[in-house]
T-cell receptor
């Protein structure tokens, strides 16, 4: 069964600190992995996308890594800001017979305190 | 472009009533997705369309749910009859068909069934 597991479920850090969120998946055949940020009351917004051949991708203070062999990904946030408080969702997609199916993780809820 | 537009933003109805959620995708996008998000289950893909044709509706929970896309600029998700367990936030997203392309989410419709 295709699954995406994220950890931790929630995280509280102080402003300015770094943090790393984890994503493990069993989706196959793999097409791409995306990290989304979802602010409270809004729809998810894409932060990064990685295909099989990519093992790191940055977007400002956000850096995602991918190990396709172990089927693990991480999202590292550097020098956190209050605006980073949100839910971060890992999404792994497979492509099969022309169809495109995303599988969503449950998300990690991040709270950044001043 | 105004992004993905959803209406209504909030809907409160009584059990047994019909509910219709509406979505206008980003112009030029040819894939449209309907999602449901709850605290318990996270984001779930309900159905998606390519070029107005339903491709995968395996996520639609029951026959009470139906979705249509009569043209490239409009889609509906209907629940008839509604039940309290349908209470959730329903998101619509659109993208170019290429699988590595980003899905752009609408603001969501918060549905409460009493």
């Amino acid at each position: 069964k295709n699954q995406v597991e994220q950890s931790p479920q929630s995280l509280i850090i102080l402003e300015g600190k770094n943090c790393t969120l984890q994503c493990n998946y069993t989706v196959s055949p793999f097409s791409n992995l995306r990290w989304y940020k979802q602010d409270t009351g809004r729809g998810p917004v894409s932060l990064t996308i990685m295909t099989f051949s990519e093992n790191t991708k940055s977007n400002g203070r956000y850096t995602a890594t991918l190990d396709a062999d172990t089927k693990q990904s991480s999202l590292h946030i550097t020098a956190s800001q209050l605006s980073d408080s949100a839910s971060y969702i890992c999404v792994v997609s497979l492509q099969s017979g022309g169809s495109y199916i995303p599988t969503f993780g449950r998300g990690t809820s991040l709270i950044v305190h001043p | 472009d105004a992004g993905v537009i959803q209406s209504p933003r909030h809907e409160v109805t009584e059990m047994g009533q019909e509910v219709t959620l509406r979505c206008k995708p980003i112009s030029g996008h040819n894939s449209l997705f309907w999602y449901r998000q709850t605290m318990m289950r996270g984001l779930e893909l309900l159905i998606y369309f390519n070029n107005n044709v339903p491709i995968d509706d395996s996520g639609m929970p029951e026959d009470r749910f139906s979705a249509k896309m009569p043209n490239a600029s409009f889609s509906t998700l209907k629940i008839q009859p509604s039940e309290p367990r349908d209470s959730a936030v329903y998101f619509c997203a659109s993208s170019d068909r290429a699988p590595n392309n980003e899905q752009f989410f609408g603001p969501g419709t918060r549905l409460t069934v009493l």
